[in-house]
């Protein structure tokens, strides 16, 4: 069993991420349980290194060790029963994390301290808390204790170092990193894939998505945005094939992923054009291009009704995230999927 720590900067993508990306890489897993932010999954170990390399939401993870009741007691009874000898000639740290003030009066540098006791008896390992050679890793939330032994973490600060305004080319109404990362895992796609984003921008999906190594393409109406996202590419070495085009002809085919943060019609050019039509116009299109059974992770201001647009379109409603940006948009994200021929 896998636990793994989610991020709890929204409340329902971080577990559709993981879901996406291992429903993407084809990789079999069965979903055990869901607690805040905290995820367990039946699955390979080969899972860790996957969500290290493409997690946005994710923060880290590992084997399950012990699920205990949130009492002192309890912990020192599920800890006594764990076979320890996995951590032979190694040494180790605990660590335990508090998700959202879930069950205050246990005291989490206690149960570090009496887990480390534990583990120090029934084994000969040595307790070493600025590098271990094992992290023990706990989380307090809403279903108790979980303690997992740490076997990936998401480098989280490569997301701070790639800003969008540390680029090259910078264009207001770009998304930030972890946010454009999530949209191109929830389109289910895997390295070697073509994915395609109709309504580039700057490049800030394109470069999460060459990241992860798919084939990328990416579209824009306007000239600048073309040379600019050429530009952002440029700078971090990755391949792109960049189009200046409408997203109402798109001149691919065969597209395994889309992923797109189209106009809103308000800071963003719509060239005088209504949004809805926009993005009707693209569906239909998209759906010509798109390979049969896969998807297409796309935003709308929630009181354009995606869904209800997509359905009509042909496509079938995967899931849908709602997002407040500001007091007057909160923003859809929409998953949807174009059924099998
Ligand atoms: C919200 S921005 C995309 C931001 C992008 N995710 C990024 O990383 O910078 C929307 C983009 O759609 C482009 N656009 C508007 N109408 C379009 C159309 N019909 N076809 C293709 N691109 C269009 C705009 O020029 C703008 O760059």
Not at 65 to 88: A, N, Y
Not at 99 to 108: A, L
Not at 278 to 295: D, M, N, P, Q, T
Request: aromatic content about 8%; proline content about 4%; overall charge positive.
């Amino acid at each position: 069993m896998i636990a793994i720590l989610l991020s709890g900067e929204h409340p329902s993508i971080p577990y559709s991420e993981v879901r996406a990306i291992l429903n993407g890489e084809n990789i079999k897993f069965i979903e055990v349980n869901k607690f805040n932010q905290l995820m367990i999954i039946e699955a390979d170990e080969i899972v860790c290194e996957v969500l290290r390399r493409r997690g946005a939401y994710i923060i880290e993870g590992g084997k399950l060790i012990l699920h205990s009741e949130p009492s002192i007691e309890s912990i020192i009874k599920e800890g006594q029963k764990i076979d320890w000898s996995f951590l032979k000639g190694k040494s180790f740290g605990v660590r335990i994390a508090r998700i959202k003030g879930f069950w205050r009066e246990i005291s989490s540098m206690e149960i570090e301290r009496i887990l480390g006791d534990i583990i120090k008896k029934s084994s000969d390992s040595k307790v070493n808390l600025r590098d271990p050679d094992v992290w023990i890793k706990g989380v307090i939330t809403d279903g108790g204790i979980f303690l997992y032994e740490c076997n990936f973490e998401v480098d989280r600060k490569s997301f701070y170092r790639r800003r969008p305004r540390k680029r090259p080319f910078f264009h207001p109404g770009v998304l930030d990193v972890k946010l454009s990362r999530a949209f191109v895992n929830l389109c289910r796609i895997k390295e070697g894939e073509k994915f395609l984003d109709p309504f580039c921008g700057t490049g800030g999906f394109l470069i999460e998505a060459a990241m992860m190594g798919f084939e990328v393409y990416g579209i824009d109406l306007d000239r600048r945005m073309v040379l600019g996202a050429r530009r952002n590419l440029d700078y971090y070495g990755l391949k792109a094939e960049l189009i200046l085009g409408d997203a109402k002809h798109l001149p691919i085919s065969e597209i395994d992923g889309i992923a797109t943060d189209p106009p809103y019609g308000r800071g963003t050019s719509t060239k005088g054009r209504d949004v809805k039509t926009i993005l009707s116009e693209f569906l239909e299109e998209a759906h010509e291009v798109l390979k049969s059974g896969r998807y297409i992770c796309i935003a709308a201001p929630r009181e354009l009704k995606l869904q209800e647009l997509a359905k009509l379109k042909g496509y079938k409603i995967e899931e849908s995230h709602e997002m407040r940006v500001h007091k007057s948009l909160t923003r859809s994200i929409v998953v949807v999927k174009k059924l099998e021929c």
